[in-house]
């Protein structure tokens, strides 16, 4: 039995980090093709206006708050989140826990090269590690039929796909049965950051829940994405006793 609680209107698992962890290890082990959504604010506020993802959301076997505005927007809620679970941090306690054991995962997404480039270096960091196949995210509806055939014939235990929100939701959706991977994460561009393409923010802005506030520092352009964070907390505070 889940323990869950909803942020306007997507139902979250009331988990912290270790046991998130261990959920996500158990969910690979099961006989059935499961997914890990990792939905921040600006997910849900997308969910709230499109129907499918939020069908999606609300389907998948493990929900995690990929977002401090989500820890605080659940304090409205009777349940309330112990903690951020970010997707990428979550990613990474999982390979720790996979290296030296037989199983096997897989890259898809990002950039051409940077699932490739992302997958030697995490291999180096944790060696022991098997990652079986890697693929960009570009590709068009023919190549599309020719990399899930890929992926089924390797049926990794545990499929990465990095093709942003909400292209990687309904992608994993759509397929994951026919892949038949034990488990699937959408993980955003979290290949950039494990390729070094991208830096992720200091310990201590994650600490305070600033990451949002680092990003923004580095990219000025990603300010019209930033602005749905004001109208998350808006919405929250609106619907607050209605949560």
């Not at 076997?61 to 979550?90: C, F, H, N, Q």
């Not at 990095?162 to 939701?169: D, F, H, S, V």
Request: charged share 30%; net charge positive.
């Amino acid at each position: 039995m889940r323990n869950l609680t909803k942020v306007l209107g997507v139902a979250y698992d009331v988990l912290t980090m270790d046991e998130a962890v261990k959920k996500a290890i158990e969910l690979m082990d099961q006989e059935k093709n499961n997914m890990v959504c990792t939905p921040n604010p600006e997910i849900v506020m997308a969910a709230r206006k499109d129907d499918e993802l939020m069908k999606i959301l609300n389907l998948s076997d493990m929900v995690i708050a990929d977002g401090i505005g989500v820890v605080w927007a659940s304090k409205y809620t009777k349940k309330r989140l112990p903690e951020r679970v970010a997707g990428y941090d979550l990613t990474q306690r999982l390979f720790n826990e996979l290296k030296d054991t037989h199983k096997t995962i897989f890259f898809f997404g990002g950039a051409p090269g940077v699932a490739k480039e992302a997958a030697e270096k995490m291999m180096k960091k944790y060696p022991g590690l098997n990652i079986v196949g890697t693929r960009n995210g570009y590709f068009s509806k023919e190549e599309e039929v020719k990399i899930v055939s890929d992926i089924k014939a390797l049926k990794p235990d545990l499929l990465l796909v990095g093709l942003g929100a909400p292209k990687q939701e309904k992608w994993i959706y759509k397929y994951k049965d026919e892949i038949g991977a034990g488990l699937s994460i959408g993980v955003g561009g979290s290949f950039d950051v494990m390729a070094d393409k991208v830096k992720r923010a200091p310990d201590i802005f994650c600490k305070l829940g600033l990451e949002w506030f680092y990003r923004l520092i580095k990219q000025p352009t990603r300010i019209k994405r930033m602005m749905q964070l004001p109208k998350f907390a808006l919405t929250v505070l609106k619907n607050k006793n209605r949560m």
